[in-house]
Antibody
């Protein structure tokens, strides 16, 4: 069964950092492009970042550029999102998604003092 | 960035009746490769999103055939031929032609009358 499981969310103060992880199983992780998409409480979907299957191509939304870093470890079937300089407006459920077709269950990030 | 505008934002429907959601884009979604990268997603209450339709009219595996997508250029439609109770949720359109960034519509909340 294809599965994506996010972890690493939590409560962090403004200006703080957090690292999200996404563990993939049930498919050949190294063959697929991956994305992070977030959803603020009661709001719609916002694409955050993309990484190619090899990790050689990376894109970010303007709202997170310079603060967030996407990466992957194909040997560990894992996707990551390093989030620095967090702001209140980064509060959201963060989903990892394979090709934007298969989505994980999400992990909640709350930025608040 | 491409702006995606959905209507209606709220859609009360009687069980067994059809439903239709419109998605209009600020520019044509025809890619230089000839494809049109317009997808539809369903998010049931308390769940993560799941893709229903890709490239305008292609249903993802396991999606019931009561769901259909159509349209071209800047105007697209998701239709449900006969609404069932399990169809309650929020529906999003998303463009993948002019990316980054991927952009989503605001979401249409389907409820049972």
């Amino acid at each position: 069964e294809v599965q994506l499981v996010e972890s690493g969310g939590g409560l962090v103060q403004p200006g703080g950092s957090l690292r999200l992880s996404c563990a993939a199983s049930g498919f050949t992780f190294s063959s697929y492009e991956m994305n992070w998409v977030r959803q603020a409480p009661g709001k719609g979907l916002e694409w955050v970042s993309y990484i190619s299957s090899s990790g050689s191509t990376i894109y970010y939304a303007d709202s997170v550029k310079g603060r967030f870093t996407i990466s992957r470890d194909n040997a560990k079937n894992s996707l990551y999102l390093q989030m620095n300089s967090l702001r209140a407006e980064d509060t959201a459920v963060y989903y990892c998604a394979r090709d934007l077709e298969i989505w994980g269950q999400g992990t909640m990030v709350t930025v608040s003092s | 960035d491409v702006v995606m505008t959905q209507s209606p934002l709220s859609l009360p429907v009687t069980l067994g009746q059809p439903a239709s959601i419109s998605c209009r884009c600020s520019q044509s979604l025809v890619h230089s490769d000839g494809n049109t990268y317009l997808s539809w997603f369903q998010q049931r209450p308390g769940q993560s999103p799941g893709r229903l339709i890709y490239k305008v009219s292609n249903r993802d595996s396991g999606v019931p055939d009561r769901f259909s997508g159509s349209g071209s250029g800047t105007d697209f439609t998701l239709k449900i031929s006969r609404v069932e109770a399990e169809d309650v949720g929020v529906y999003y359109c998303m463009q993948g032609t002019h990316w980054p960034p991927y952009t989503f519509g605001q979401g249409t909340k389907l409820e049972i009358k």
